[in-house]
């Protein structure tokens, strides 16, 4: 009771007015210090935590990583953070669509229990110089286009890691490779940390949710649902028996003659590994990153 007590106090004294002065009933924490000492204070009442990290511009796929973190853990940490390590020179740092105070407005509807919102000084202060990056693995796929992206991921997730120091950590199947990348990182480090992987969440269309969506035009928006219908037909196709590099360049031709501007790749992996397989097996997972205009699609499939 004493402990409950001493936690509420400590929570309240750390609420945070937002823009424009405006309270927000949720508990907003930016310093590492802050969060650590609450965790002790939940730690003390063998309270487990669950940490969903995000860069914000939250839509329904977030809250449904949160929505299972609520269900599985005591407390909830969301972190809002957009992350510069992870973003290649030409790409969108300067105006990904965060924005924290409509962020935390969504987040108040959900029970979560605290957010973390750091500055960049507080997550990289001068002279941080410590990287994880995980080759061969990290160098296929999504990190032959973003070189430096899974190293931005590993290093920030690891960081949040260590930080939040969760039960659990919950993560988007449709960053497939992101996913694959943090439980490889989790388990080589020793992380403590058991990491729950979430079905992507997708428009009625089939567009799979993503906070990049905002870039599409209306034509655009139109199109994009054909990459997820296109990952489905290669599915059918290879279930038939067809052959694979058949069934690929076949769905590579239809992207781009109805719209899509250029295909990173679309390729059927180990869903381990994501080593690019040469015949069909159960355990693939069929990805595919194509470009709409300006605006870059990812999604992925599960073959069972
Ligand atoms: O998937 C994301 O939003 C980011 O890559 C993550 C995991 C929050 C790390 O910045």
């Known amino acids: 009771m004493r402990m409950r007590l001493k936690q509420e106090l400590f929570l309240q004294a750390s609420i945070t007015m937002l823009e424009n002065d405006i309270p927000s009933t949720i508990t907003i924490v930016r310093t590492i210090s802050d969060v650590k000492n609450i965790l002790k204070l939940w730690r003390n009442d063998n309270l487990n935590v669950g940490l969903v990290p995000t860069m914000g511009a939250l839509h329904e796929g977030h809250f449904s990583l949160i929505k299972k973190s609520?269900?599985?853990?005591?407390?909830?940490?969301?972190?809002?953070?957009?992350?510069?390590?992870?973003?290649?020179?030409?790409?969108?740092?300067?105006?990904?669509?965060?924005?924290?105070?409509?962020?935390?407005?969504?987040?108040?509807?959900?029970?979560?229990?605290?957010?973390?919102?750091?500055?960049?000084?507080?997550?990289?202060?001068?002279?941080?110089?410590?990287?994880?990056?995980?080759?061969?693995?990290?160098?296929?796929?999504?990190?032959?286009?973003?070189?430096?992206?899974?190293?931005?991921?590993?290093?920030?997730?690891?960081?949040?890691?260590?930080?939040?120091?969760?039960?659990?950590?919950?993560?988007?199947?449709?960053?497939?490779?992101?996913?694959?990348i943090i439980e490889k990182m989790a388990q080589d480090l020793n992380i403590p940390v058991e990491i729950v992987g979430c079905p992507i969440i997708r428009s009625k269309d089939g567009l799979a949710l993503s906070s990049r969506n905002v870039y599409l035009s209306d034509n655009e928006r139109l199109v994009a649902p054909l990459l997820y219908k296109v990952l489905n037909e290669i599915l059918d196709n290879v279930r038939n028996g067809e052959q694979l590099i058949k069934i690929l360049n076949n769905a590579k031709i239809k992207l781009l003659d109805s719209g899509f501007t250029k295909i990173d790749y679309l390729k059927i992996c180990d869903d381990k590994n994501l080593k690019e397989l040469g015949n069909f097996s159960p355990n693939a997972r069929i990805l595919g990153a194509a470009w709409l205009g300006n605006t870059r699609l990812i999604d992925n499939i599960g073959v069972n």
């Open 70 to 180: 609520l269900s599985l853990s005591d407390r909830t940490i969301v972190t809002l953070f957009v992350n510069p390590k992870q973003f290649g020179r030409n790409e969108d740092f300067d105006k990904y669509p965060a924005n924290e105070l409509s962020d935390i407005k969504a987040l108040e509807n959900l029970s979560v229990d605290i957010i973390f919102a750091p500055s960049t000084e507080e997550m990289y202060p001068s002279g941080n110089i410590t990287n994880i990056s995980l080759p061969d693995i990290g160098d296929l796929l999504e990190g032959e286009f973003r070189p430096d992206f899974f190293t931005g991921v590993a290093t920030i997730v690891c960081k949040l890691f260590m930080i939040a120091s969760p039960d659990l950590a919950f993560f988007g199947e449709k960053d497939y490779q992101q996913l694959i």
